[in-house]
Nanobody, 125 residues
Framework: VQLQASGGGLVQAGDSLRLSCRAS????????MAWFRQAPGKEREFVAA????????RYADSVKGRFTISRDNAKIMVYLQMNSLKPDDTAIYYC???????????????????WGQGTLVTVSS
């Protein structure tokens, strides 16, 4: 499985941005998907995840109500709509995927086997 993330950029606080991640492979519909981020000098952290069926999502408390994860299995794409961006959202954003895992494991970095190259989001104050 290969992942290609895009959509990052430089925005101002309060702006919106949509990240996209294209996945290869015919079994995309059987894979859970997630977004993680890593800010300078910090560890990679969970942002959002979506179940293979698209019916269940999980969010980090820091983005809940502002970010929305979605997927289009027909287009083999996963998206992260980010609204009301804050300077603290500045980070490299990575999409990740793995075959179906337990719901309790959706938010865990260690659950994901495949990672994209990351896309940089910079939010200025």
């Amino acid at each position: 499985v290969q992942l290609q993330a895009s959509g990052g950029g430089l925005v101002q606080a309060g702006d919106s941005l949509r990240l996209s991640c294209r996945a290869s492979g015919r079994t995309f519909r059987d894979y859970d998907m997630a977004w993680f981020r890593q800010a300078p000098g910090k560890e990679r952290e969970f942002v959002a995840a979506i179940r293979y069926s698209g019916g269940t999502t999980r969010y980090a408390d820091s983005v809940k109500g502002r970010f929305t994860i979605s997927r289009d299995n027909a287009k083999i794409m996963v998206y992260l709509q980010m609204n009301s961006l804050k300077p603290d959202d500045t980070a490299i954003y990575y999409c990740a995927t793995t075959p179906r895992v337990a719901l309790s494991a959706l938010t865990l970095l260690s659950s994901y086997d495949y990672w994209g190259q990351g896309t940089l989001v910079t939010v200025s104050s």
